[in-house]
């Protein structure tokens, strides 16, 4: 079973339940869709947590990027921009060199799949439309390919033969079967910002072994990752919209 993880955005609140969740099942690989930093308090100790799971596959996000290297923020708005200026001051000079150094998407998962942060046509473009799928699957080979940055778990079936795409929102905690002659690109949600109305953190498990996923929607103190960006001085409707999933 592979755990599938993005946009952490250092709200550390949400990683523990997440590691509090995968202690107790078989995991045998972390992945990572980027965006481990930016936006919340606790840079330092997300990376530590981070670094710890000994994660097999990651990629970069655009603030993992915009922390570590000065002049990558030029598209970001202000409150992001302020909290990756932030970011980039607190990080260790190690976590910095780390993200820095972070490979960009896509990158394959040993024979089972393909992740990346944006479009696997495009680190940073963002994948919300079925007509931005359909694009997006010419960028990448292969059955599957996992993508975040939008924050918004969905999953997008293309049947190539009947010429059909199909947009799925898959129900938390049940187990969704893909099919043998369809591909997909599939993204798990956010950990640390969700921002389709529901607060819960999200993530995905995969049994590469049956070719089925799961959607995992869980509770979190999102009360104590706001308080920490509030006393950080961070911009604070990065804490308010943890309340909303916004
Ligand atoms: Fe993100």
């Not at 330092?44 to 981070?50: D, F, G, H, L, W």
Request: charged share 25%; hydrophobic share 35%; aromatic share 8%.
């Amino acid at each position: 079973m592979d755990l599938i993880l993005s946009d952490i955005h250092s709200n550390l609140q949400a990683l523990n339940v997440v590691l509090r969740y995968a202690r107790r099942r078989a995991i045998q690989r972390f992945v990572l869709l980027g965006d481990v930093v930016g936006y919340g308090a606790q840079p330092n100790q997300v990376m530590e947590k981070v670094l710890g799971m000994k994660p097999r596959f990651i990629v970069r996000g655009n603030h993992d990027r915009a922390c570590s290297v000065r002049g990558a923020d030029q598209h970001f708005s202000l409150p992001a921009k302020g909290a990756a200026h932030w970011t980039r001051d607190r990080l260790s000079r190690e976590n910095l060199r780390i993200l820095r150094n972070l490979p960009a998407g896509p990158l394959a998962v040993g024979e089972d799949y393909v992740i990346s942060h944006g479009s696997p046509l495009d680190e940073d473009s963002y994948l919300l439309h079925p007509q931005d799928a359909l694009e997006a699957f010419d960028g990448f080979e292969g059955p599957l390919c996992f993508f975040g940055h939008t924050h918004l778990p969905c999953c997008f079936e293309l049947d190539e033969v009947a010429q059909v795409l199909t947009p799925y929102l898959l129900e938390p905690g049940e187990w969704f079967q893909l099919k043998k002659d369809c591909r997909y690109l599939v993204n798990p949600g956010s950990v640390g910002q969700p921002r389709d109305r529901d607060p819960r953190l999200s993530f995905m498990t995969y049994d590469t072994r049956r070719k089925r996923l799961k959607l995992h929607r869980l509770e979190y103190d999102h009360s104590g990752a706001a308080r920490e960006i509030l006393e950080a001085r961070l911009h604070p409707n990065l804490a308010e919209r943890l309340f909303y999933g916004i």
